[in-house]
T-cell receptor, first 113, second 112 residues
Framework: QKEVEQNSGPLSVPEGAIASLNCTYSDRGSQSFFWYRQYSGKSPELIMFIYSNGDKEDGRFTAQLNKASQYVSLLIRDSQPSDSATYLCAVNLDQTGANNLFFGTGTRLTVIP | SAVISQKPSRDICQRGTSLTIQCQVDSQVTMMFWYRQQPGQSLTLIATANQGSEATYESGFVIDKFPISRPNLTFSTLTVSNMSPEDSSIYLC?????????FGQGTRLTVV
């Protein structure tokens, strides 16, 4: 059974603050982890992926993975109103790609100007 | 990146009828994926479509309800059969390119 869980939110942060989004997964065989952003009425778009334990930084975004705890998170620094969206965590058993993704329910983030 | 054209973008259908959704990719891909996103929910994988073989369905989805075709490496269709209001959802096709999954614009289906 592949389960990916996120707090549905909504999560509200003031502009300029750090937004912290969390995700847990049930399948220990999961190898690759993705964060997608979805604006209302739009398709998901990739923010970051991470395969190895630890932190991965890309601009204002940092993904953190802890396979022992089956936990992955996304930090958004200096949050902007344009970051307001639903953030989807996705996992895959295939280490090498983005096939057959299993998505969490998403966390709705609102950045308050 | 990958450019995916999906149509129709939306439709309103009578219960008991069927709708076929088309997905065209700008280049050849081995696998195409079909997802469903119910109102206010996340994406759920329906099936994986491979060219030259039957689609692989996830738990809770069956071929009789969601038949899929994959006639070549750039095209796939998903049919939602014998529709009921519970099928009202957004349906998305997707392809994977290395570490990124790309999605079509989605088909917003309303069954009345």
């Amino acid at each position: 059974q592949k389960e990916v869980e996120q707090n549905s939110g909504p999560l509200s942060v003031p502009e300029g603050a750090i937004a912290s989004l969390n995700c847990t997964y049930s399948d220990r065989g999961s190898q690759s982890f993705f964060w997608y952003r979805q604006y209302s009425g739009k398709s998901p778009e990739l923010i970051m992926f991470i395969y190895s334990n630890g932190d991965k930084e890309d601009g204002r975004f940092t993904a953190q993975l802890n396979k022992a705890s089956q936990y992955v998170s996304l930090l958004i620094r200096d949050s902007q109103p344009s970051d307001s969206a639903t953030y989807l965590c996705a996992v895959n058993l295939d280490q090498t790609g983005a096939n057959n993704l299993f998505f969490g329910t998403g966390t709705r983030l609102t950045v308050i100007p | 990146s990958a450019v995916i054209s999906q149509k129709p973008s939306r439709d309103i259908c009578q219960r008991g009828t069927s709708l076929t959704i088309q997905c065209q990719v700008d280049s050849q891909v081995t696998m195409m994926f079909w997802y469903r996103q119910q109102p206010g929910q996340s994406l759920t994988l329906i099936a994986t479509a491979n060219q030259g073989s039957e689609a692989t369905y996830e738990s809770g989805f069956v071929i009789d309800k969601f038949p899929i075709s994959r006639p070549n490496l750039t095209f796939s269709t998903l049919t939602v059969s014998n529709m009921s209001p519970e099928d009202s959802s957004i349906y998305l096709c997707s392809v994977a390119r290395f570490t990124e999954a790309f999605f079509g614009q989605g088909t917003r289906l309303t069954v009345v």
